[in-house]
């Protein structure tokens, strides 16, 4: 099979990139049409193409249907790992999760949105973390919404199996022993108790909302990078109407910002910022 990127027709590519943005709102430049022969292999090799540049043609000439959604969804970057960038987490240990408690505790519940979920290690991150230092709230309505736009990144974050890589990125000795159990193939799987906090759903961010709950806790990481700054505002006010009142939390990736939008306001800690409705 011949792949390489110069047999591509730039037109498709280009076309190709619009039909990414106008859909899942991935933003490519052609400096990225490498990504068609590192990514798309599959696809063409599956449904029998003859090399990429024929799957191109073929998606850019027909309708919108299944292969486009596989194609879009093989674009996404699903790179994620246990207790990223681990500031965030130590703001949630000491500040964030300490002042919702406080904050929730007539009603005993506490909603958090793990948007952009990808293969799951960050809303598992959140669930251990709960276990760990906040053992009072297995008597309280803790809900962790995971969300991602990739199936295939859904379906491995549901069996919460993991590889002894994978498993390696962000865990202590102690943790992987806790919370997770190692299956006959060597890989890890997150123990029930901590993958039963866990609802992972499938959804796009680029389109309406409409059965989206409110939560006291978003954390939308690394995704936003992604978007053109169109596609960012209007998921930024999205972000704004699920926070439920001014004591809510979200918190992006550590290059995202959102201070274009003078409807939030920005809270710097030590290592870390996160950012809260400003008030009315
Ligand atoms: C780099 S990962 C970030 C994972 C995790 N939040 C972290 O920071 O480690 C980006 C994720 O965004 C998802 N994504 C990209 N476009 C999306 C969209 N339009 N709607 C929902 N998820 C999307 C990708 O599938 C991918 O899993």
Redesign the pocket.
């Known amino acids: 099979m011949s792949s390489s990127a110069n047999q591509l027709d730039q037109l498709d590519v280009e076309h190709f990139f619009k039909l990414v943005e106008k859909n899942?709102?991935?933003d490519l430049d052609l400096a990225k049409t490498y990504l068609i022969t590192s990514r798309l292999t599959h696809i063409v090799e599956q449904h029998g193409f003859d090399h990429h540049a024929q799957l191109l043609r073929h998606l850019v000439t027909s309708p919108v249907n299944d292969l486009h959604w596989q194609a879009f969804?093989a674009m996404?970057?699903?790179?994620?790992?246990f207790f990223?960038?681990i500031h965030p987490f130590d703001a949630l240990k000491k500040t964030i999760l300490p002042a919702l408690i406080e904050k929730c505790q007539e009603t005993r519940e506490i909603n958090i949105w793990?948007?952009?979920?990808?293969?799951g290690?960050?809303p598992y991150s959140i669930a251990i973390l709960l276990r760990e230092y906040f053992p009072e709230l297995t008597k309280w309505k803790i809900q962790i919404w995971a969300?991602?736009?990739?199936q295939q990144?859904l379906d491995k974050a549901v069996s919460g199996v993991y590889n002894p890589v994978e498993i390696m990125r962000g865990l202590s000795d102690s943790q992987i022993s806790r919370h997770f159990t190692k299956l006959p193939n060597g890989h890890y799987q997150v123990i029930p108790d901590i993958r039963s906090m866990v609802q992972f759903r499938q959804?796009?961010?680029?389109?309406d909302w409409p059965l989206m709950p409110k939560f006291d806790l978003i954390?939308?990481?690394?995704?936003l990078i992604?978007?053109n700054q169109e596609t960012k505002a209007k998921i930024v006010k999205k972000l704004h109407a699920q926070l439920p009142h001014a004591d809510a939390y979200l918190i992006l990736?550590s290059s995202e910002s959102i201070l274009f939008d003078k409807s939030f306001k920005v809270v710097q800690l030590d290592r870390v910022s996160y950012y809260q409705k400003e008030p009315l």
């Open positions: 899942i709102g991935i969804e996404t970057t699903n790179e994620t790992s990223r960038d793990s948007a952009a979920a990808s293969t290690q960050e969300t991602d736009i990739s990144a959804m796009n961010l680029i389109q954390l939308m990481r690394n995704v992604y978007f990736g």
